[in-house]
């Protein structure tokens, strides 16, 4: 099977620098994706690694290792509309993605 | 297009009762899915669809679900004999095949209350 990892809750400061973490087990993968959702609200794609390395968009970087079955989220200048919830999520062949639990960053 | 569509946004009913949701995706996509969200966790995978196949369906799925697509436009998840565990937000998500990159959009959900 396939499960991912993240922290339940993360907590930083305005302007600061987080980073959210997601470790994953699976048998193989296209890539690596991350959400955000805001309380009550729809999730929204936020970014995807299909390759290892960083990709930057704007405030947001993520990561991915596959040698190391791990990624993260990198939220730069931090903002009060920063806190939310964020969901790693696993791309695979012939299915759907599979989401992590979850990480509250307040 | 206005994105994912979905109706009812609540609903209560008693246990025991059936309900129907809807699911408007955007048009061009040709994959549907259907969630389902408990509080404090990550989305759930229930059932997906290409086009009008269903493709797979999660063991979560029990046989008083169902889902349908017909015609490949919406879709409509249907509960049978709700028990008060079927409580949730249930979400429906619409992409185009091997998106990877681009990501799903997700409707705004149908958050169910049995009681």
Avoid at chain 1, 60 to 72: K, N, T
Avoid at chain 2, 68 to 81: A, D, M, N, V
Wanted: aromatic share 12%; proline share 3%; glycine share 10%.
């Amino acid at each position: 099977g396939q499960s991912l990892e993240q922290p339940s809750e993360v907590t930083a400061v305005e302007g600061a620098i987080v980073q959210i973490n997601c470790t994953y087990q699976t048998s193989g993968f296209y890539g690596l994706s991350w959400y955000q959702q805001h309380d009550g609200g729809a999730p929204t794609f936020l970014s995807y690694n299909g390759l290892d390395g960083l990709e930057e968009t704007g405030r947001f970087s993520s990561f991915l290792s596959r040698s190391d079955s791990y990624g993260y989220l990198l939220l730069q200048e931090l903002q009060m509309k920063d806190s939310s919830s964020y969901f790693c999520a696993l791309n695979q062949a012939g299915t759907a993605l599979i989401f992590g639990k979850g990480t509250t960053l307040s | 297009d206005t994105g994912v569509s979905q109706n009812p946004r609540h609903k209560i009913t008693k246990r025991g009762q059936n309900v129907t949701f809807r699911c408007d995706p955007i048009s061009e996509h040709n994959r549907l899915y259907w969630y389902r969200q408990t509080l404090g966790q990550g989305p759930e995978f229930l059932t997906y669809f290409q086009n009008e196949a269903q493709l797979e369906k999660s063991r979560l799925l029990s046989d008083r679900f169902s889902a349908e697509r017909p015609k490949g436009s919406f879709s409509t998840l249907e509960i049978q004999r709700t028990e008060q565990g079927d409580s949730a937000m249930y979400l429906c998500a619409s992409s185009l095949a091997l998106t990877g990159g681009n990501g799903y959009t997700f409707g705004s959900g149908t958050r169910l209350t049995v009681v």
